[in-house]
């Protein structure tokens, strides 16, 4: 069984919806959430982390967790052209020291 | 903004080569890391380095592999006898913290061709 697992999309929205790009991970022992951003040929870039079972909003973003359904989700707000990428959702467990656990990431295409 | 750098951002080698690939992490971070991404698949975690010393490995972190940081500054990764299947993006990693809170911050990576 996978750790992490993304639907790999793709997932295409209009400019100005709301995309929803969810994740789901196999270990009961993960505790911290992390979801990246990676443009094509790029670096993972941090857009949010979140501990605790809840919603965290950061500007157009909002990440939701939920540890009962071991269920990990993003949604952005307003979509522009510019959030097309790659989403990667990376968990953190502990029995583990701060090794970030992937998934394969959801390609977002926001259409103007 | 404080940034991890990565040198080179490519290099082409010929099997069986050695390769050093060259980081230096944020500054007042402690904790360094080596992840890789082969074309396509997902980024995968190879190593993490605290205290001049592996924290933790994965089962893809094998002799071949070697980190090191040889000054106040650099956080290297030497592959030895590169393989065709070592193709991947490198990227270098740092935290200011350990522990699950710990954020870790990606570098630009360096994409390594073994022909």
């Known amino acids: 069984q996978k750790e992490v697992e993304q639907n790999s999309g793709p997932l295409s929205v209009p400019e100005g919806a709301i995309a929803s790009l969810n994740c789901t991970y196999s270990d009961r022992g993960s505790q911290s959430f992390f979801w990246y951003r990676q443009y094509s040929g790029k670096s993972p870039e941090l857009i949010m982390s979140i501990y605790s079972n809840g919603d965290k909003e950061d500007g157009r973003f909002t990440a939701q967790l939920n540890k009962a359904s071991q269920y990990v989700s993003l949604l952005i707000r307003d979509s522009q052209p510019s959030d097309s990428a790659t989403y990667l959702c990376a968990v953190k467990k502990s029995s583990t020291l701060g090794r970030l656990y992937f998934g394969r990431g959801t390609q977002l295409t926001v259409w103007p | 903004e404080p940034e991890v750098t990565q040198t080179p951002s490519h290099q082409v080698t010929q099997m069986g ?99």
């Open chain 2, 17 to 115: 080569q050695e390769v050093i690939l060259r980081c230096v992490p944020i500054s007042n971070h402690l904790y360094f890391y080596w992840y890789r991404q082969i074309l396509g698949q997902k980024v995968e975690f190879l190593v993490s380095f605290y205290n001049n010393e592996i924290s933790e490995k994965s089962e893809i972190f094998d002799d071949q592999f070697s980190v090191e940081r040889p000054d106040g500054s650099n956080f290297t990764l030497k592959i030895r006898s590169t393989k065709l299947e070592d193709s991947a993006m490198y990227f270098c990693a740092s935290s200011d913290r350990a522990g699950l809170t710990g954020e870790l911050f990606f570098g630009e990576g360096s994409r390594l061709t073994v022909l």
